[in-house]
């Protein structure tokens, strides 16, 4: 669609422009495929309106099943052995340190990634360049190119797979704050009452 109505746009390849669509999207904004006419400009608003949505309703599914379901023990009991339909399994909460070895392996391959097959960034750049895509920041002031569209899909998958990595790390985060605060700082506060109701009832018994 895009470069059927910019002229500036249908003069780039196809896995180029590709990566326009996945910019808009996914809130990143390169800069590297800009529309240049105003009703391109115009178009880009009901798109990304629709757009933005559906993909972070998307990421945030694969996200929230990856914190509540994977887990190493997940995977080897439903691939191996067979439970019986009775038998209820636990909802198993993946803990933070599993989601942040699955953020750093991601990351890791980026920066091979970036220097091997995609660019050829340098370690700290290429590391910089992974994590503020994926993150959803794109400042814009690195916008790699891919050489073909396998290399275009295969970029686009990574910064996705990235970024439901990083959304199930955040809400492994979310549900321990939310353990800390709402069950163990209950738990003390009601121990801390216990204790003061006791004390007073001792004070008022030696009355």
Sequence with gaps: ?????????????????????????????????????????????????????????????YGRFLAENYT????????????KATVKEKKRQMPISGAFNMLVLHQFIGIILFNTVFAQLGVVKAWYFVWITTAMIGFGDIAPEPANLL????????????NI???????????????????????????LHLFGVKKFNEVRGNE
């Design 1 to 61: 669609m895009f470069r059927w109505l910019d002229p500036e746009i249908g003069k780039k390849p196809f896995h180029i422009v590709l990566l326009l669509t996945f910019q808009i999207c996914f809130t990143i904004g390169w800069g590297n495929v800009p529309p240049t006419t105003d009703f391109t400009q115009l178009i880009c608003i009901p798109y990304s309106t629709i757009g933005i949505p559906l993909l972070f309703a998307t990421l945030s599914q």
């Design 72 to 83: 190493i023990d997940w995977i080897f009991l439903s691939a191996v052995i067979r439970h």
């Design 151 to 162: 290399s275009s899909v295969s970029m686009l998958l990574y910064f996705a797979i990235g």
């Design 165 to 191: 990595v990083i959304q199930a790390m955040l809400i492994c985060i979310c549900y321990h704050i939310q353990r800390v605060f709402l069950v163990l700082f209950k738990m003390y506060l009601y121990k």
